[in-house]
């Protein structure tokens, strides 16, 4: 079982690196094309040891692999929302620190540090499992009762810190209305595909474009900032958004960010810290509440059930692994970017980047697809241009999730 746990890990991490790089490939769409397949699939019989005697795959390889894969993306998709502009939910954040170092010519630093965060995390997240078993057993019946409160209140206190609260407000509002519309059209395949392509990828890439930004030479420095306070935000933050449906690490790096009150340079900290956390959690909430909160989860949950102790100790152990080499994964292709991004015309690669992406919602979403991306790209360049935080664009999620509870 041994080298089938090995050969699973690292093709989970070659995976993690595919959609960690390649913008609009989430994991939650390899997850869901994962649990498509019959264990007993000819895909799985190419990968040596994959089969057992009666010719399925055990379930427990596909755990390993999504895990892998899951730990590794939160690692590498800060490397193109930081050089191209093209952030998914995890790291629309990002972009504005991120862009500011690439545009200083430190984009390696920027990467780095959220590198730094998201390493932290891994070890965090190890010592801290037992204890949030513990709590959360004890709590979540209360919090259950309370989500959608919670996450209006939580709403509420995104847009207050707003220097612009108006602005802020209509914009919540709006792609609330927005998200409201799409995730109720039932005919739309994969609707969180273009609808958060368009809000948080399409635009970018297009005010890119339309400001012809020029990348300077990029240095390959090592990063000199605190981690300790932006770290402590994280693990504060974070696992009160792994277990609220509509938040994500977007939002949790901004409560964290409250409490930590980190800087540039530790903000790019915290945030990757507080991507890699809830995804870690997803899987403790999996194993407590049987509530999936990431594509993850889900494609785990469809796969194995309810998590065993044995399980989640295994999960755990990857996690630790995939941490680890993905750091000095990640540590290697942002050095390869940042040598290579100055020799090419960045109009070029937001061009190019663009064309991947409505081929992707076209593929994957069909026509209606390439009209949610039209409408949430034009969106999202209007909510740009009042100057208001890209988090608030997240009213997409939600406001529909509270009309859930609520109605």
């Not at 939160?74 to 991120?98: A, K, N, Q």
């Amino acid at each position: 079982m041994f080298p089938q746990l090995i050969i699973f890990t690292f093709l989970g991490i070659l995976a993690g690196t595919f959609t960690g790089l390649i913008p609009g490939i989430h994991i939650n769409l390899i997850g869901a094309f994962i649990i498509s397949l019959p264990l007993h699939s000819a895909i799985w019989g190419l990968v040596p040891f994959g089969y057992t005697p009666s010719g399925a795959t055990e379930p427990i390889f596909l755990v390993v692999f999504i895990v892998a894969m899951a730990i590794t993306h939160t690692f590498l998709d800060f490397i193109p929302s930081i050089f191209l502009g093209c952030p998914d939910t995890d790291t629309e954040l990002s972009v504005l620190p991120g862009h500011e170092l690439l545009k200083k010519g430190a984009g390696y630093e920027a990467v780095i540090l959220t590198c730094y965060g998201s390493l932290a995390a891994i070890f965090i997240l190890i010592i801290i499992t037992l204890p949030s078993i513990w709590l959360i057993s004890k709590t979540y019946d209360f919090i259950k009762i309370s989500i959608p409160y919670l996450l209006i209140i939580i709403s509420i206190l995104l847009i207050l810190l707003e220097r612009k609260k108006l602005p802020s407000l209509f914009v919540f509002l709006l792609t609330g209305f927005l998200g409201w519309c799409v995730l109720n059209y039932e005919p739309l395949k994969e609707p969180l595909l273009p609808l958060l392509t368009g809000l948080f990828g399409g635009s970018m890439l297009i005010m890119s474009i339309k400001n012809k930004i020029q990348i300077p030479k990029q240095k390959i420095t090592q990063p000199k900032t605190q981690i300790l306070r932006p770290v402590v935000g994280a693990l504060l933050a974070a696992p009160l958004c792994s277990f609220l449906p509509g938040l994500g690490s977007g939002q949790a790096a901004i409560i964290g960010n409250i409490i930590s009150r980190a800087d540039r340079k530790g903000f790019l900290v915290l945030l990757g810290a507080t991507n890699t956390l809830v995804m870690g959690f997803s899987f403790i909430s999996l194993y407590i509440i049987s509530k999936t909160r990431t594509g993850a989860a889900v494609a785990i949950q469809k796969i194995i059930g309810e998590l065993t102790p044995e399980t989640l100790i295994l999960i755990l152990l990857i996690t630790l692994i995939t941490g680890i080499i993905s750091f000095f994964l990640t540590t290697f292709l942002a050095k390869f970017f940042s040598q290579k991004i100055e020799r090419i015309n960045y109009t070029i690669i937001s061009i190019t980047t663009l064309i991947l992406l409505v081929i992707i919602v076209f593929m994957i979403s069909g026509i209606m697809g390439l009209a949610v991306l039209t409408a949430s790209t034009f969106t999202g360049i209007y909510c740009i241009s009042l100057k208001v935080r890209r988090t608030n664009m997240m009213g997409c999620l939600l406001i529909p999730t509270i009309l859930l509870y609520l109605v």
